[in-house]
């Protein structure tokens, strides 16, 4: 029977939002009933996303759905995550939040990728008791979803659909059905689907998710790079038929996005079917013989869990001897189920780093650049929950790589504040009209602040110049070195890189530093041993500059005709 008490509303048919999808969505409006985020990608950001993110609130409901709440990890609750997820949660008011039954990771490494928990009466009582720590402080249930896994643990005691469900009875959350992980899982494993279903509180079913895969024979991978297949839209029709209701429905696809029609044609799909639930075909016969289980065997959580990260931060590197702790499939050996989560780790982790450094790439030739790539994922762990952190590691790494030069460690630092300052938060930008009323001399007092996204950088090479041509797309030769400066900021979420003359970066350096207008001219004249006044002659120029392009701040509150500050 239905929950009727249940908390989360009943919306309808949705879509995952993403961003190929965004120009189109804002155009037009189409008829979607609501859309779902990828809490992460909006949580640690005050760009261009979040305020699109705001732009389409107005107009759709919206459901956040997470992929690092981490659930099960043995590490304490992440502090930082929750209250940038409470943030995200007051910006977004969303119809309802989940993540997974899964965790990320352990002894304060993230592995971003949604791992495998053993089913025992140590990792159920442990989940219980996290999930209510959550939910008290957020003030409200969350769903988890149940996962897509390659490996099953031989420690493990309670069947999936039984362990999820008494998670739920036992700690009042709620689900997210995934209907195609019911079918990757069953497939992987050699289980019943329908007898997983049928195991199910689908009473606690908030929301329900579709989505393709790529089968490869002896195993599935849940990718979300391709069309709901029949037996999938059998399971889902058995689903909606068996819970007696039209359970919130959405379509994801996260790789290969298509063009809008393609999505939208899927998602008309699953309406199709959930009008047609009670005709719903065979379902798919997945179980098998499953090799006997060794009893006896036990195994605390946390050991269960740092085992099973060491083998995947180490890849090839060491035998983690995976068949005494991974069940044995047919023609899926524990070594080939384990190294599905070692290459996903390396994957995500390359992917994410490449895409920040187009020009690196350009410079040091295809060969070079994925080589460096490969050491640095194997080398430089990750920790943040942000995966979009991770790529800010590499010019570091870069620079005691052997394949570090000074010129390409410095095109990566360029490179590193070009994607990095998409996402700080923003300040608004110092206008003339802030000034009204002031004279020379109270500017001369004031204290200048930078806008958030904004850095200062100095090159002993002509970076700037060599990121220019290659964006144009010429072939620039190898710089010789040359002494540059270059300021990287944010503007209307624009991130812009402006040249600048060594005293006019020296300048900015001090007064970024809090030293007021005067007294910085005063101090780099000295140093300098200019003439008097050289500087002060260049300041309206620069000022000008300055203003024109976005980089000073101004805070609403400084309404008095300068108090000697500025911020």
Not at 62 to 89: C, N, Q, W
Not at 123 to 152: C, F, M, W
Not at 311 to 331: E, F, N, R, Y
Request: aromatic share 10%; proline share 7%; with cysteine.
């Amino acid at each position: 029977m239905p929950d009727t008490l249940s908390p989360f509303p009943d919306l309808g048919f949705g879509l995952g939002l993403r961003i190929p999808h965004y120009a189109h969505i804002l155009a037009h409006t189409p008829q979607v009933d609501w859309f779902e985020i990828i809490s992460e990608n909006f949580m640690d950001t005050d760009g261009r996303a979040k305020r699109n993110l705001a732009r389409i609130r107005d107009h759709y409901p919206i459901a956040m759905h997470g992929v690092a709440l981490s659930i099960g990890t043995v590490d304490p609750l992440d502090s930082e995550y929750l209250r940038k997820l409470k943030g995200l949660i007051d910006f977004a008011s969303p119809a309802w939040i989940s993540d997974h039954l899964c965790w990320t990771g352990v002894a304060h490494r993230n592995l971003h990728d949604l791992l495998p928990v053993p089913y025992t009466e140590e990792a159920l009582r442990h989940i219980v008791a996290r999930i209510k720590q959550v939910q008290d402080y957020l003030g409200r249930p969350i769903a988890l979803e149940n996962p897509s896994t390659y490996l099953e643990f031989k420690h493990s005691t309670i069947p999936e659909a039984e362990f999820i469900a008494a998670m739920a009875r036992e700690s009042g959350c709620h689900l997210l059905l995934d209907v195609n992980n019911v079918y990757v899982t069953c497939y992987n494993h050699r289980l019943d689907a329908k007898a997983y279903i049928d195991a199910l509180p689908l009473d606690k079913v908030a929301q329900i998710h579709l989505s393709g895969h790529r089968n490869y024979g002896t195993h599935i991978i849940d990718t979300h790079d391709d069309h709901v297949v029949d037996e999938v839209w059998a399971l889902y029709k058995y689903v909606i038929h068996t819970a007696g209701r039209t359970i919130n429905t959405m379509v994801e696809w996260d790789d290969n996005v298509p063009q809008w029609d393609v999505l939208y044609a899927e998602l008309d799909k699953a309406k199709a079917a959930a009008a047609d639930a009670p005709h719903y075909a065979p379902l798919p016969e997945l179980a098998g013989a499953r090799a006997r289980r060794v009893n006896g065997i036990a195994e605390p959580l946390d050991e269960s869990q740092l085992r099973m990260q060491e083998a995947i931060l180490v890849g090839a590197k060491i035998d983690s001897k995976p068949d005494t702790w991974i069940h044995a499939k047919k023609q899926f050996a524990p070594a080939e189920q384990l190294a599905v989560y070692v290459n996903a780790y390396r994957y995500r982790l390359h992917e994410a780093t490449v895409d920040d450094y187009p020009v690196l790439k350009h410079f040091l030739g295809d060969d070079a650049f994925e080589g460096l790539i490969t050491d640095f994922v194997n080398s430089v762990e990750s920790a943040h929950f942000n995966i979009g952190r991770y790529a800010a590691h590499l010019p570091g790494y870069l620079a005691r790589h052997s394949s570090g030069d000074p010129f390409a460690c410095e095109l990566a630092t360029l490179e590193k504040s070009v994607s990095q300052l998409l996402d700080p938060q923003e300040t608004i930008a110092l206008e003339p009209a802030h000034l009204e009323g002031m004279t020379p001399d109270d500017l001369l007092q004031c204290v200048l602040r930078p806008r958030t996204a904004l850095r200062l950088l100095a090159f002993d090479f002509p970076v700037n110049d060599y990121f220019l041509a290659v964006q144009e797309g010429q072939f620039p030769p190898p710089p010789t070195p040359e002494r540059t400066f270059v300021a990287v900021f944010r503007h209307e979420d624009v991130v812009w890189r402006m040249a600048l003359g060594e005293n006019e970066y020296l300048l900015l350096e001090k007064l970024f530093d809090g030293t007021p207008v005067g007294a910085a001219l005063d101090e780099l004249q000295a140093e300098l041993e200019l003439p008097e006044d050289e500087l002060g002659s260049q300041l309206a120029h620069w000022f000008s500059r300055w203003m024109r392009n976005g980089l000073l701040a101004w805070r609403e509150y400084t309404r008095e005709p300068c108090t000697r500050n500025i911020a």
